[in-house]
Antibody, heavy 119, light 108 residues
């Protein structure tokens, strides 16, 4: 069974840093590109980052570019999002999502981890 | 980046058919996918490649695309279908992926 489990969320002050992780099981992470998608409270889904299987192609949305860094450890089936310079507007549930079906859709999602940027 | 536009809210009577639409220029070039999200839960994939269902998705869900509009149709809507629905596609301008703003479906 494919599973994605995020962890590492919490409360952080504005300007602070946090790293969230996504542990994959039931499939080999090295075969799939991966994404991070976030959802602010009461709002819609926002794609924020993509990383390909060998970490040579990485994209960020303009809203996080220069502040967030995505990485992966295929040997340990893990995906990471290092967030720095956090702002109130970064408060959201952060989901990792598999880039599946030959890149046509996000076919599996984790349950999400909440990041709350608050002083 | 391009935008995908959805009606914020749609309602349907129990057992009836409802169509949820998504408009955007990126849909002319790229496939649409659809996701359902129930309160407090992660999204799940309903439709990919405009009109394909992943395994395990009931056939009462179907998708289509015409020009710059993608549609999700739910036939014989059930109470459990009350949720938020999001469309999504790749994008050639700006971000590689874009989501619609979501449609809240109410089953009456």
């Amino acid at each position: 069974e494919v599973q994605l489990v995020e962890s590492g969320g919490g409360v952080v002050q504005p300007g602070g840093s946090l790293r969230v992780s996504c542990a994959a099981s039931g499939f080999s992470l090295k075969n799939y590109g991966m994404n991070w998608v976030r959802q602010a409270p009461g709002k819609g889904l926002e794609w924020i980052s993509y990383i390909n299987v060998v970490s040579t192609t990485i994209y960020y949305s303009d809203s996080v570019k220069g502040r967030f860094t995505v990485s992966r450890d295929n040997d340990n089936n893990s995906l990471f999002l290092q967030m720095s310079g956090l702002r109130h507007e970064d408060t959201a549930v952060y989901y990792c999502a598999r880039d599946g079906l030959r890149g046509l859709a996000f076919d599996f999602w984790g349950q999400g981890t909440l990041v709350n940027v608050s002083s | 980046s391009s935008e995908l536009t959805q009606d914020p809210a749609v309602s349907v009577a129990l057992g009836q058919t409802v169509r949820i639409t998504c408009h955007g220029d990126s849909l002319r070039a790229y496939f649409a996918s659809w996701y359902r999200q129930k309160p407090g839960q992660a999204p799940i994939l309903l439709i990919y490649g405009n009109n394909n269902r992943p395994s395990g998705i009931p056939d009462r869900f179907s998708g289509s695309r015409s020009g710059n509009t993608a549609s999700l149709t739910i036939t014989g809507t059930q109470a459990e279908d009350e949720a938020d629905y999001y469309c999504n596609s790749r994008d050639s301008i700006g971000d590689p992926w874009v989501f619609g703003g979501g449609t809240r479906l109410t089953v009456l």
